[in-house]
Each structure stands twice: as C-alpha cells, then as structure tokens.
C-alpha cells in the first residue's frame, strides 16, 4: 500500500531550487543569500496561514501522543492542548517541523531537534467518553502499554476536520464510504 499523506505545512528540506524564478523576478535587486531568507521568512508566513485555516473549536482538549526522540533514548509521553483548537496543533519548539495527515487520517507531525526526532499525534476525545475512560487510557499511555485500539477506542482522527476545510478526498474517506454501500 503506497503512503500516502497531505503535508499541511514544513520548514524542512525548503528547495530554493523551487522558489528561485518566483524570488528572482519578484526581488530582482537582493543577494541570493537574502533571497534564501526571505524564502525562509515567507514559509514560516504560510504557517501562519495554516493555523488561520485550521481555527476549528472541538468540545474537548485535543490529545498528543508523542514519541520522542532524546538525548538518552525514546520515550512516550503525551499532553493535551487545553484550547481544543485544531491550530493550536501547529507549534512546535523545535528546528523543523512538518505537520501532515496521515493514510490514515490522522494528523501527525515530525519535529526534529538537536536531539533528535519528535513524531507527535494528535487526537480528538470521542463524544460520550468518560473521565474514567481518558484517564485509563492517559495511564496506559505514560505506561507505554497503549495501543492503537485503546486510542481509537477513545479518541478519534482530526483528518476529517482538517480534509473539510481544504476539500481533500482522501484514502480512509473512500474506505469508509465504501464500507457504507
């Protein structure tokens, strides 16, 4: 099965190769160095940009799920973004950062540092869910004895959220409308 994933918005593995003809006939007066800056300066606008288009208020607080990468080895852990707003997924404290939806459709981003690399995943609780069952999972989580059924069962993906806003059609909406028929 080909991966197949929508990048939201990185700053990681930026071509100038791809920018050059726009930047050079729109900026034809700078430097190629001040060029490449301002390509660095004009993405990191667009992310801007993804969180004004992603400004989805959900219920609850949004679950991530991370697997990190330190100076001492991988370790899970997770936290909540209190707000419940779907944007407030796109900050990271990290030097790159690429936030996609997965084949899967769950929104995932790949954050590395000068550690290592940080693979988030963010989650939205289930209406319904009780306290109980967040915190059963939450424990099972810092335990590192989670699994992808305890999420689901749980939680679930912010692809579909997301996939609304930028009309994507995408592998696990397909699956599931011919689940329907």
Not at 117 to 126: C, F, S
Request: proline share 2%; hydrophobic share 30%.
């Amino acid at each position: 099965m080909k991966k197949e994933k929508h990048i939201i918005w990185s700053n990681y593995f930026l071509d100038y190769d791809d920018w050059k003809d726009d930047l050079e006939e729109q900026y034809p007066d700078l430097s190629e160095d001040e060029r490449i800056s301002l390509m660095y300066e004009i993405n990191n606008d667009y992310l801007e940009d993804e969180r004004m288009n992603l400004n989805i208020q959900l219920d609850r607080p949004i679950l991530v799920i991370g697997d990190l990468g330190l100076w001492d080895g991988r370790h899970s852990g997770y936290k909540e973004i209190e707000s419940g707003n779907i944007r407030d997924c796109l900050y990271a404290d990290t030097d790159y950062s690429t936030w996609y939806v997965d084949q899967l459709g769950d929104l995932r981003c790949d954050a590395i540092h000068h550690d290592g690399t940080n693979h988030y995943l963010y989650r939205a609780y289930k209406d319904g869910i009780s306290d109980s069952q967040i915190d059963l999972l939450k424990e099972k989580l810092y335990d590192g004895t989670a699994t992808r059924a305890d999420n689901t069962r749980v939680t679930r993906r912010l692809g579909d959220d997301i996939a609304r806003v930028y009309g994507l059609s995408l592998p696990w909406q397909r699956q599931s409308t011919e689940l329907q028929r």
